[in-house]
């Protein structure tokens, strides 16, 4: 539900003609019951729980997938979202819901201590088993940059250390448009910023405003549509040794983090590890992972 659950984020610019022509949403207002529906059908969904604060954010993006759909009123899209077969709109309502940025090398830290750490650790632990497979869960992908920052690490510092070493990379998002994003690797400027010049000229070809990602660096990944508050989805992925979960959480409420944050542990291998965000803590959401403490950087250890 990236910027998982969800970090969402379109880098990909869509021609302004092939957009419907958004209605004026300033004079809809939504009932406090049409509110509890709307939250309430969401979070029976995604897991994604809206407090009553919320209400005028919810108010103002749903009011525009409404009209984008020539719906009339709120309870008419929510007829619509309910639905079968709208699981396209529902891709556009939790891409609208949610916050849009992400970037590559958002988190430099915890890329380090992967690379100088974590990486040498499992792999030291296993060096005298069958098991060379090393396998890493972007579990909130978004539009690609968090999964695409580890594929340019392994191609740039890891495969020549391991040339032994499977190096899984797989990224997952409740939004399949933004997969699709990701699978296309193209991306404007402000994604690609926090990249030294080396890096961008090695693996990114420019055209004009945008930065299409080398096929090199693109088929090290594979992307796959998974919500997280689905177990039946989480159980896809399995044996992980290390997953990337950041500005996840904020999304929740607590019994819903629990149950995520469960299925994260379980798709863990033992002695893996959990990166979420810098802001995020599991202090009253799992005892069943060992914080670790790195170099600036946090993780959270299955034992």
């Known amino acids: 539900m990236s910027g998982q659950l969800f970090k969402f984020g379109l ?4 021609e302004p003609d092939n957009q419907p022509k958004i209605a004026d949403t300033s004079n809809w207002e939504m009932t406090d019951y049409e509110f509890t529906e709307f939250r309430d059908e969401i979070y029976k969904l995604s897991g994604i729980y809206f407090t009553e604060s919320k209400k005028y954010l919810l108010e103002g993006r749903i009011a525009k997938r409404a009209t984008a759909n020539n719906l009339k009123s709120f309870t008419e899209y929510l007829k619509y979202i309910r639905s079968a077969g709208k699981n396209d709109e529902l891709d556009r309502l939790y891409e609208a819901i949610t916050i849009n940025e992400t970037y590559f090398n958002r988190a430099p830290q915890q890329f380090d201590v992967l690379e100088q750490i974590i990486i040498p650790e499992i792999l030291e632990k296993r060096k005298n088993t069958a098991n060379q497979t090393f396998r890493i869960w972007s579990a909130a992908s978004s539009s690609g940059e968090e999964a695409y920052t580890i594929a340019i690490m392994v191609l740039e510092r890891l495969k020549y250390k391991y040339p032994y070493v499977n190096f899984q990379i797989v990224g997952s998002d409740i939004n399949q448009n933004v997969l699709d994003n990701a699978r296309q690797g193209i991306y404007r400027e402000y994604a690609i910023r926090n990249l030294p010049p080396n890096i ?8 004009g405003s ?9 088929r090290l990944v594979r992307y796959v549509n998974i919500n997280l508050y689905d177990p039946n989805q989480v159980k896809m992925m399995s044996q992980c040794d290390v997953i990337f979960c950041a500005n996840v959480l904020i999304y929740f409420d607590l019994p819903s983090k629990q149950q995520v944050v469960s299925y994260l542990y379980n798709a863990l291998n ?3 590890y959990l990166f979420i965000g810098y802001s995020e803590s599991l202090h009253g959401v799992s005892k069943s992972f060992k914080l670790v403490h790195l170099p600036k950087a946090m993780a959270y250890q299955k034992e």
Do not use: T
């Open 210 to 218: 945008l930065y299409e990602l080398s096929p090199d660096v693109k």
């Open 270 to 272: 033992k002695g893996g």
């Open 11 to 14: 880098n990909i610019p869509r």
């Open 200 to 207: 961008l000229n090695k693996y990114f070809k420019q055209n």
